[in-house]
Each structure stands twice: as C-alpha cells, then as structure tokens.
C-alpha cells in the first residue's frame, strides 16, 4: 500500500527551527512532484513548498521564501521541509503530497496525501 508519512513536527519557540520529513512507501515517489502545504486552526489548506522530481525547480509560498526550503533525496524515497526563523503564524498542522502534474500549487492538483505532523511555534 502506497503512502506518505510526515514526521518531525513539534513545539519551537518563535525564532526557532525544524526539519520536517516526509517518507514514501510502497511506490517510488521519485518520479513525482512533491509537496508541502499546512492547515491552520480554522483556515483551509494552503501551499507552501514544492519541488520537481530532479530538484531543478523549486516553489514556495511568498510568506516562507528565505525560511523554508524543501529538498528531496531520491535515492531514500523522502521528501524534507527545513524551516527556520518560526513564527507564530506557522504554525499548523504540516503535510506531504505527490502529484505528476509538475508546477502546480493547489490542493486539487495533488493525488497522494500524508497525514500530516502538527507544529506549533510559541511566542
């Protein structure tokens, strides 16, 4: 059974940092483009970051461009979310999802979901 599975999310301070990974199983990812968006208490689900199966491009949210950076190691099947500099308004409940569709930044467009990691950064 093919699936992602995020972990690495917690309680930071504001300021503070974090490295989310997402790891796939039962298929190769590799192939695929991958993603990150999170869910606010009360908001919908939003883009973050994504990133095309070679690395060579890269997308991100306005708000998380110099904090965040997604990578992917394709070799180990995981997709990463370096995230620096917290803040309170980061926090939310984090996930991973793949698509084949390469650029796309909705939710609709992405075929395989996580179930997400919560991070919650306190001021």
């Known amino acids: 059974q093919e699936q992602l599975v995020e972990s690495g999310g917690g309680l930071v301070q504001a300021g503070g940092s974090l490295r989310l990974s997402c790891a796939a199983s039962g298929r190769s990812f590799s192939g695929y483009y991958m993603g990150w968006f999170r869910q606010a208490p009360g908001k919908e689900r939003a883009f973050v970051a994504a990133?095309?199966?070679?690395?060579?491009?890269?997308y991100y949210k306005e708000s998380t461009k110099g904090r965040f950076t997604i990578s992917r190691d394709n070799a180990k099947n995981t997709v990463y979310l370096r995230m620096t500099s917290l803040k309170p308004e980061d926090t939310a409940v984090y996930y991973c999802?793949?698509?084949?569709?390469?650029?796309?930044?909705?939710?609709?467009?992405?075929?395989?979901w996580g179930q997400g990691t919560q991070v919650t950064v306190s001021s």
């Open positions: 999802a793949a698509t084949r569709r390469v650029g796309v930044t909705t939710e609709r467009e992405f075929e395989h």
């Open positions: 990133i095309d199966s070679s690395s060579d491009r890269l």
